[in-house]
């Protein structure tokens, strides 16, 4: 039986919410499956108090083996160093984080926040929050450089705000099925196989990028880049490739990316819904609006009559059409 402990620091439990709407399987299944104890969940741990801060303590000390350690959540630092913005009992989060990670296994940081700071550690950044192994884009964080757990891999980010289910599911059967070597990560330790990719790659407004149809608002047809600042074309996660519930994803819904899963999330992505940077990186703003020119022109009558129409609009008149059909069978 492999042992998880999972902390909660600054953040919103959306990432929690997001892991108990896993499917295929889904949490209960895979738990059972992969013969996995969850040791201390904040939110669903059914011990309170002393009895809840004596499971770790048990952990923090050895006596029990702590296979995989998740935190969700920033290390809030502040005031003064103290941590005392974010305290679990009566003791500051970070002093537990850091005796657990100590001991543990493989350490995993689930959510964007606890990869990369997030939100929490957004300018301002009122109460010094940081990610475990990296602040934004640095390497560092709350854990240092060097850090590596007991099986000698660091940290390993899960980013997104919240992390996609699967992302965390997959990589904690990997890990629990001793293949944590195994995982390829990028430059900034999160996994190859959910952010190789831009989100750009599959989805299904991609034909409006080409030829340079855009929307204007959302859930508008067309693409969501030029006027609703989508970030897809240089964020990497799958989530057009893998969906969301098995179905859609932002920008299928009508609703551009805003690049949750960068390690500069929110302020490298500020405003969301603005025009921020040209698609392709390095290329000059005129060559680029002169390319653009010749693609809206080369447009096919298709993609722009399908544009002119709202969606909304469209599928009400796709509903009307379905309902007429029926009327009218003999």
Not at 17 to 38: C, H, W
Request: charged share 20%.
């Amino acid at each position: 039986m492999a042992n998880l402990v999972w902390l909660q620091g600054g953040g919103c439990t959306g990432d929690s919410m997001s892991f108990l709407n896993a499917d295929q399987p889904n949490v209960v299944e895979a738990i059972t499956k992969l013969g996995m104890n969850v040791a201390f969940h904040p939110t669903i741990c059914p011990q309170t108090g002393e009895e809840a801060m004596a499971i770790l303590e048990r952990f923090a000390r050895g006596e029990e083996q702590l296979d995989i350690l998740a935190v969700e959540g920033s290390v809030e630092l502040g005031p003064n160093g103290t941590g005392n913005y974010s305290t679990v009992g009566d003791r500051p989060f970070k002093d537990i984080l850091k005796e657990l990670a100590e001991v543990a296994q493989i350490t995993v940081a689930i959510g964007t926040c606890a990869s990369f700071g997030g939100i929490p550690a957004a300018p301002p950044n009122p109460t010094d929050a940081t990610g475990l192994q990296f602040h934004k884009w640095e390497k560092g964080g709350f854990l240092g450089v060097d850090y590596k757990a007991k099986s000698g891999i660091p940290v390993i980010n899960i980013a997104g705000c919240p992390a996609h289910p699967d992302w965390i599911l997959h990589t904690l059967t990997a890990v629990l099925q001793g293949k944590g070597d195994w995982i390829e990560l990028d430059e900034y330790q999160r996994p190859h196989e959910f952010y190789g990719v831009t989100t750009h790659e599959g989805c299904s407004r991609n034909e409006y990028f080409d030829y340079k149809v855009s929307a204007k608002a959302p859930s508008e047809e067309g693409c969501l880049y030029m006027y609703l600042g989508c970030k897809g074309p240089f964020v990497f996660a799958d989530c057009n490739i893998r969906l969301w519930n098995r179905q859609s994803s932002c920008t299928r819904g009508g609703a551009p990316c805003i690049g949750c899963a960068q390690p500069g999330f929110p302020e490298d992505t500020f405003p969301f819904y603005e025009f921020t940077r040209l698609a392709v990186d390095g290329c000059r703003k005129v060559p680029y609006l002169g390319l653009t020119a010749l693609a809206k022109f080369a447009c096919p009558k298709r993609l722009r009559k399908e544009a002119a129409i709202p969606s909304a609009i469209k599928d009400g008149l796709h509903f009307l059409s379905a309902e007429l059909h029926k009327l009218t069978r003999p």
